[in-house]
T-cell receptor, first 115, second 112 residues
Framework: KQEVTQIPAALSVPEGENLVLNCSFTDSAIYNLQWFRQDPGKGLTSLLLIQSSQREQTSGRLNASLDKSSGRSTLYIAASQPGDSATYLCAVSYYSGGSNYKLTFGKGTLLTVNP | KAGVTQTPRYLIKTRGQQVTLSCSPISGHRSVSWYQQTPGQGLQFLFEYFSETQRNKGNFPGRFSGRQFSNSRSEMNVSTLELGDSALYLC???????????FGQGTRLTVV
């Protein structure tokens, strides 16, 4: 059974700091890994998708890496801003009996960026 | 391009009632998945539909059901509501296997 763990559960940093969020998964037979952002009471916003054959993806101040063999991914946020405050979720998709498309999520990291 | 649309955004129901939630995927997306989000359990997979066929189902009781129409729009139904069904229900659409998932804003269901 695939399990996804995110560390830390919560993180508070001053504005301008670079930070790293961690995600680990137990079964390396994944198809892709996706990072999401969720604001309170809202839906999920896709940030980055890394296919299993890729090592990293970048979008603006965000960089996500994937090490499938060790079951780890990191999300690097450069020069953090108060608007980055949200819960960040990591999810992996993997084969699950009849469908490729099933996402298993971590519990998320609650990020607070203080002005 | 329009995103994933979920209706209604908020619902309050009484125990024992049933409820139907709707999801309109991004145009061209044939895969629709449903998830339940609660503070204690986080995001849990309910089911996934592709071209009107349920391909995968999570570990939820039979009170939870769904369907997908020929235009890819999907509905999920919860019968005999329990207090524990109170949650944010999220729908995601994608082109298909291994594609990026896009989520709607969710439906907040409160059972009283």
């Amino acid at each position: 059974k695939q399990e996804v763990t995110q560390i830390p559960a919560a993180l508070s940093v001053p504005e301008g700091e670079n930070l790293v969020l961690n995600c680990s998964f137990t079964d390396s037979a994944i198809y892709n890994l996706q990072w999401f952002r969720q604001d309170p009471g809202k839906g999920l916003t896709s940030l980055l998708l890394i296919q299993s054959s890729q090592r990293e993806q970048t979008s603006g101040r965000l960089n996500a890496s994937l090490d499938k063999s060790s079951g780890r991914s990191t999300l690097y946020i450069a020069a953090s801003q108060p608007g980055d405050s949200a819960t960040y979720l990591c999810a992996v998709s993997y084969y699950s009996g009849g469908s490729n498309y099933k996402l298993t999520f971590g519990k998320g990291t609650l990020l607070t960026v203080n002005p | 391009k329009a995103g994933v649309t979920q209706t209604p955004r908020y619902l309050i129901k009484t125990r024992g009632q049933q409820v139907t939630l709707s999801c309109s995927p991004i145009s061209g997306h044939r895969s629709v998945s449903w998830y339940q989000q609660t503070p204690g359990q986080g995001l849990q997979f309910l089911f996934e539909y592709f071209s009107e066929t349920q391909r995968n189902k999570g570990n939820f009781p039979g009170r939870f059901s769904g369907r997908q129409f020929s235009n890819s729009r999907s509905e999920m139904n919860v019968s005999t509501l329990e207090l524990g069904d109170s949650a944010l229900y999220l729908c995601a659409s994608s082109l298909g296997d291994s594609s990026e998932a896009f989520f709607g804003q969710g439906t907040r269901l409160t059972v009283v």
